[in-house]
Nanobody, 123 residues
Framework: QVQLVESGGGLVQAGGSLRLSCAAS????????MGWFRQAPGKEREFVAT????????YYTDSVEGRFTISKDIAANTLYLQMNSLKPEDTAVYYC????????????????WGQGTQVTVSS
């Protein structure tokens, strides 16, 4: 099993940057596929980015491609999401997720979830 705790959210002006962190417990962190999702008020949870267990493969939703970077520090058991050029439409609660076998864009495929961290981008 793995437990996930997100941090790094906050209020930022449009065009600014934030780096989200997701600290994972457990000795087998390196074996997990991990992803970031977000959920805005009144909307369904949506995929943001995913990274393979070896951190070699990364995939982003079109709306964040070129602005967000997902990375994984295996030694620190931490997943990151560097968010640059933030836009008001990026406002949401951001969640990290992990699974041993699934690395896709469907949130239902991930077994483990953090509690979420709020990101608010003002115009």
């Amino acid at each position: 099993q793995v437990q996930l705790v997100e941090s790094g959210g906050g209020l930022v002006q449009a065009g600014g940057s934030l780096r989200l962190s997701c600290a994972a417990s457990g000795r087998t962190f390196a074996a997990y596929y991990m992803g970031w999702f977000r959920q805005a008020p009144g909307k369904e949870r949506e995929f943001v980015a995913t990274i393979s267990w070896g951190a070699g493969n990364k995939y982003y939703t079109d709306s964040v491609e070129g602005r967000f970077t997902i990375s994984k520090d295996i030694a620190a058991n931490t997943l990151y999401l560097q968010m640059n050029s933030l836009k008001p439409e990026d406002t949401a609660v951001y969640y990290c997720a992990a699974d041993l076998n699934y690395s896709g864009t469907d949130s239902s495929g991930y077994t483990y979830w953090g509690q979420g961290t709020q990101v608010t981008v003002s115009s």
